[in-house]
């Protein structure tokens, strides 16, 4: 996958670029290898009967949620939506959830481990078929609406990363599954703002790594940022922070002011991060969107908050 070094000017993506869909299938195979076996790793080492962060559920409804069943077909149902050029009418995510989670009520670690096996392969398998190059870029369904079905595949290292959070503390989930969920989030957060018609170049900085988009109308490009880099010799619009602290940020678990002003999260030029608003305000549904737009009207308009951050604002 190309990385950024050195100081840049803003990221410009090239006409019709679909951020890590138009990458090499192999490095979006990397990432999620990365995150599923992330997972995996931690499927064998948790009380299945523990309580999760999701009310009701417990760390068994959680991994057979992810896993593929014999009740659970999405994968094949987004891969024929891409490969014949139709929208079907979306998905009702929880209802589907439920039934998953209630046939599997009994599952056993073994089961789990397998079916979780089942959907990275479905996944892999594909990303290695001539079908990547067929359809690979064909608009899908998804929880935040269309996006090409390749960007869908390697979004899945985000969910996995929120909801190992969910079962697990952020010291005992893995590294790698940890970085590849950023790298989801900074892409699907690129495909967003392409979609808003949002120009920009915005980065997330953790201390596995970092993540760079640059996006325009209708295009966008995805990068890994050089681990030697500052961030003050990147001049972009940053967010800085340990990784899981901007997943949970990112996805409502927990809230992000807080986090700000303790400097658990840090922001490197908040104008510039203010333009992504358009990107937020157009999903209304985007998991952990309420708490990121409050966050942001919050910053944008308390000249008082941004002092005491200690940002460095810019334009």
């Given at each position: 996958?190309?990385?950024?070094?050195?100081?840049?000017?803003?990221?410009?993506?090239?006409?019709?670029?679909?951020?890590?869909?138009?990458?090499?299938p192999r490095d979006v195979a990397e990432l999620v290898?990365?995150?599923?076996?992330?997972?995996?790793?931690?499927?064998?080492?948790?009380?299945?009967?523990?309580?999760?962060?999701?009310?009701?559920?417990?760390?068994?409804?959680?991994?057979?949620?992810?896993?593929?069943?014999?009740?659970?077909?999405?994968?094949?149902?987004?891969?024929?939506?891409?490969?014949?050029a139709r929208m079907q009418e979306?998905?009702?995510v929880d209802a589907r959830n439920a039934l998953v989670v209630a046939a599997h009520a009994d599952a056993g670690a073994d089961?789990?481990?397998?079916?979780?096996g089942r959907a990275r392969d479905r996944a892999l398998t594909f990303l290695a078929s001539p079908d990547i190059e067929r359809i690979g870029l064909e608009p899908t369904d998804s929880p935040i609406g269309p996006l090409?079905?390749?960007c869908v595949i390697a979004a899945s290292a985000y969910e996995l990363a929120v909801h190992a959070l969910d079962v697990a503390p952020a010291d005992q989930v893995p590294d790698a599954l940890l970085h590849a969920g950023i790298g989801a989030l900074v892409d699907t957060t690129g495909a967003l703002a392409a979609r808003s018609g949002v120009q920009a170049t915005f980065a997330v900085v953790t201390p596995l790594g970092g993540w760079v988009c640059g996006s325009e109308p209708d295009s966008w490009t995805?990068?890994?940022?050089?681990?030697?880099?500052?961030?003050?010799?990147?001049?972009?619009?940053?967010?800085?922070?340990?990784?899981?602290?901007?997943?949970?940020?990112?996805?409502?678990?927990?809230?992000?002011?807080?986090?700000?002003?303790?400097?658990?999260?840090?922001?490197?030029d908040i104008a510039g991060l203010m333009t992504l608003m358009p990107a937020l305000e157009s999903v209304p549904g985007l998991p952990g969107g309420m708490a990121l737009r409050a966050a942001?009207?919050?910053?944008?308009?308390?000249g008082r908050l941004i002092s005491r951050l200690g940002a460095t604002v810019r334009g």
């Open positions: 996958m190309p990385s950024v070094s050195g100081i840049r000017p803003p990221l410009r993506p090239e006409p019709a670029a679909r951020g890590l869909a138009s990458t090499d290898t990365a995150a599923w076996g992330g997972v995996a790793e931690l499927t064998g080492r948790l009380d299945l009967d523990a309580a999760s962060r999701l009310p009701g559920w417990t760390t068994r409804d959680v991994l057979v949620h992810l896993g593929d069943w014999s009740e659970h077909h999405r994968f094949e149902r987004l891969v024929d939506d891409a490969r014949h979306a998905e009702d089961d789990i481990t397998a079916a979780l090409p079905l390749t995805t990068m890994r940022l050089d681990s030697e880099l500052a961030i003050g010799e990147l001049g972009w619009p940053t967010l800085q922070g340990d990784a899981a602290d901007v997943i949970d940020a990112s996805a409502g678990r927990r809230a992000a002011i807080p986090m700000v002003l303790g400097r658990r999260l840090r922001l490197y942001a009207r919050t910053l944008g308009r308390t």
